[in-house]
C-alpha cells in the first residue's frame, strides 16, 4: 500500500519532500493500475482504488500546508509572472511531479465520459485550494486571472475599428457607448460549457479594453430550440449534456468562469492605464436583460450586475443541490442579496421566481412587458453612464464583497466543487439526464 506522507515528515526542506510527494503519488498510481477501468471495478476494487487516492491526496495536503508559498514562486519566478490557472497546474504537473495531474493523464480524462473518469481534477482542486487560501499566493494569483486574455489583445484592434466581433457563441456590438453582448448558443439555451466561458471571457475583455465604452448589456439571442423557437432565452445554467459527456473541466470552466469573466464583471480588468495609480482595475457598469429565464448559471450571474431588467414572462432558479453541484460563487453572494431563508429555498429546495412575484425584487431591479425590454435595456445603460457611478459601485463591491473574503470561498469552492463533479449522486443524476434526453430525440 502506498506510505502516507505524514505531516510530521514535511519539514526535511522543499527537495527531500519534493521526492517523497513523487514517491507517494507513484504508489498510488501502481495500485491503480492493477485495477479494471473505473467504470468496471466490483465494490471492492472501488474501495481499493479510494483508499490508494485518498493516500496520495493526504500527502498532497500535507505538502501543500508546508511548501505551498515555495512551490508558487517557484512556478511563477518569485511572482514576477502572473500565470492563468491553466498555465499554473501545467507548470506545477512539470515541476512537481505527482502534484496535480500530467498533460497525458487530463487528455486521457477528457476523452471519457464522466461516470469513467478517475477523479485526477480533484487534485487540482487539492492544490488550487491551497494556493487560494494563502494570503501571499492567492492574491498573486486572483490578479493573474484579471488581467485581459492573449485572445482579446489579439482581437481588440479590429473591434476598436469596427464595434463589432463575432466569438462563436457570444456576440459583441458597440452602440452609443454601450457594448452589447449577445449570448447566441441556440443549440442549448445558452447553457454554458468551456467554450462559451471563453467566449464570454473575451467579450468581456474587449468592452472593459474599449475606451469608447461607458456600461456594458448582457442578454441572449434568439433561439432554434423547438420549443422557444424565434424567442430570446438568458441562459439554461451548465450544459449538463457536455457535464456527462466529460466536457466540464474543473480549471477550464469551472474555476475560469468564476475567477474569469465574472470577477471581472465584479472587480473590472488589471491592466496598466493612465489612472492606474489610484485604481489598478478599469472597471464598468453592467445591465442584465432576462428573456425567458435565467437557470443555475445565468441566475448567479445576476447576482454581480448593477441592473438586471426582466420580462414580465421571466423566471430565476438555481437548481444546484438537485443538480449535486455547488453554484459557483452563489453561495457567498444570494444570501447578501435575497436573505438566507429565500437563498436555502433557491438553492437547497429548487425555488423558482418569477419576475411578477414580490421576492423577485430582491433579485430583479425592473420589470418590463416583453414588447418593451428594449426601451428599457436602453434607458437602464443610459442611467448607469454618469461619472459618479464606476467609482461608487466600486466601493458598493469592495464593501460587499471584499477580496479576501472572496479569495478563500474560491479556495475551497475548488476543492469541494472537484468532489462533486465526481461524487456518484452527480454523475447518476447527468446519466439519467442524458438518457431522458435520448428518448425524447
Known amino acids: 500500500m502506498t506510505p502516507r506522507l505524514a ?63 515555495s512551490v508558487y514562486d517557484e512556478l511563477t519566478g518569485g511572482r514576477a509572472h502572473a500565470l492563468r490557472l491553466a498555465e499554473l497546474v501545467e507548470a506545477a504537473a512539470a515541476a512537481f511531479p505527482g502534484l496535480v495531474p500530467t498533460a497525458g493523464q487530463l487528455a486521457a480524462e477528457r476523452a471519457r465520459p464522466q461516470a469513467a473518469k478517475e477523479g ?46 463575432d466569438l462563436g457563441s457570444v456576440r459583441l456590438e458597440r452602440r452609443d457607448g454601450t457594448a452589447h453582448l449577445t449570448m447566441c448558443r441556440d443549440d442549448c439555451l445558452n447553457a454554458e460549457d468551456d467554450r462559451q466561458v471563453d467566449d464570454m471571457e473575451t467579450a468581456v475583455d474587449l468592452a472593459l479594453l474599449d475606451p469608447a465604452v461607458r456600461v456594458g448589456v448582457l442578454r441572449g439571442g434568439v433561439m432554434t430550440h423547438p420549443r422557444y423557437r424565434g424567442r430570446r432565452v438568458f441562459s439554461a445554467g451548465i450544459n449538463l449534456k457536455a457535464l456527462h459527456a466529460g466536457g466540464i473541466s474543473l480549471v477550464g ?40 429565464f435565467a437557470i443555475g448559471g445565468g441566475a448567479q450571474l445576476l447576482l454581480v450586475f448593477d441592473h438586471v431588467i426582466a420580462a414580465s414572462d421571466a423566471y430565476v432558479s438555481l437548481p444546484a443541490a438537485q443538480e449535486g453541484i455547488i453554484p459557483g460563487a452563489a453561495n457567498l453572494r444570494f444570501s447578501r442579496s435575497v436573505g438566507p431563508r429565500l437563498a436555502r429555498q433557491m438553492i437547497l429546495g429548487g425555488r423558482r421566481i418569477w419576475a411578477t412575484e414580490p421576492a423577485a425584487g430582491l433579485l430583479i431591479d425592473e420589470v418590463a412587458e416583453p414588447p418593451d425590454l428594449d426601451a428599457a435595456i436602453e434607458r437602464g445603460a443610459e442611467r448607469l453612464k454618469g461619472p459618479a457611478v464606476v467609482p461608487n459601485r466600486r466601493m458598493i463591491n469592495l464593501g460587499e464583497e471584499p477580496p479576501a473574503e472572496f479569495r478563500h470561498y474560491m479556495g475551497e469552492f475548488a476543492l469541494h466543487q472537484a468532489l462533486r463533479l465526481y461524487s456518484d449522486d452527480v454523475i447518476g443524476k447527468v446519466g439519467r439526464f442524458h438518457a431522458a434526453k435520448a428518448r425524447a430525440s
Do not use: C
Open 253 to 292: 470552466f469551472l474555476l475560469r468562469r468564476e475567477l474569469g469573466y465574472i470577477h471581472k464583471l465584479v472587480r473590472g480588468l488589471l491592466v496598466e492605464h493612465e489612472t492606474s495609480w489610484f485604481s489598478p482595475t478599469v472597471a464598468k457598469p453592467w445591465v442584465a436583460a432576462v428573456d425567458g
Open 120 to 165: 485526477h481534477e480533484i487534485d487540482q482542486g487539492i492544490f488550487l485550494r491551497a494556493v487560494l487560501g494563502s494570503a501571499v499566493a492567492g492574491p498573486h494569483l486572483v490578479d493573474a486571472m484579471l488581467r485581459p486574455t492573449p485572445r482579446a489583445l489579439g482581437l481588440l484592434a479590429e473591434f476598436l475599428r469596427t464595434g463589432a466581433a
Open 7 to 69: 505531516a510530521s515528515a514535511v519539514r526535511r526542506g522543499l527537495e527531500e519532500d519534493r521526492e517523497a510527494l513523487a514517491g507517494a503519488a507513484r504508489g498510488a498510481e501502481e495500485v491503480l493500475a492493477t485495477l479494471p477501468e473505473p467504470v468496471a471495478r466490483s465494490p471492492q476494487e472501488r474501495a481499493t482504488a479510494a483508499e490508494a487516492k485518498n493516500i496520495a491526496r493526504r500527502a498532497r495536503t500535507d505538502f501543500l500546508a508546508v511548501h505551498v508559498d
